[in-house]
């Protein structure tokens, strides 16, 4: 007798499903007067999953988030290419290229 694995699920409070990759070989022995019943089905092994199907319909954008950065506040004035940021002590603003070099002749 070969080592297979075996999946067993209760079906009802009277049923049990027995599931093998190979022929089981069941056992039954009767606890309390009563019929039992024993089904054997075959059933060939797992075929390959499909291709996943399209994608459903994009929902709704939700609410905007907070306008801040670790919780402190963003400030963003005049905004031009190449400016940074910087934190001001207790608030975020936004600051010129130029005026941190000397204007990009360096």
Do not use: C, H
């Not at 209760?10 to 019929?35: A, F, G, R, Y």
């Not at 506040?73 to 400016?83: A, F, P, S, W």
């Not at 207790?90 to 990009?104: A, K, R």
């Amino acid at each position: 007798m070969s080592n297979t694995a075996i999946e067993v699920s209760m079906q009802s409070m009277n049923s049990v499903d027995v599931v093998s990759q190979s022929p089981p070989s069941i056992e039954l022995t009767q606890v309390q007067p009563s019929s039992i019943s024993v089904e054997l089905a075959t059933i060939g092994p797992k075929g390959e999953t499909g291709s996943i199907g399209p994608e459903g319909a994009i929902g709704p954008e939700g609410k905007p988030g907070p306008n801040t950065i670790g919780g402190y506040g963003i400030q963003v004035q005049t905004l031009n290419v190449g400016d940074q940021l910087r934190f001001a002590g207790n608030y975020w603003e936004n600051i010129s290229q130029t005026s941190l070099t000397d204007g990009g002749n360096f």
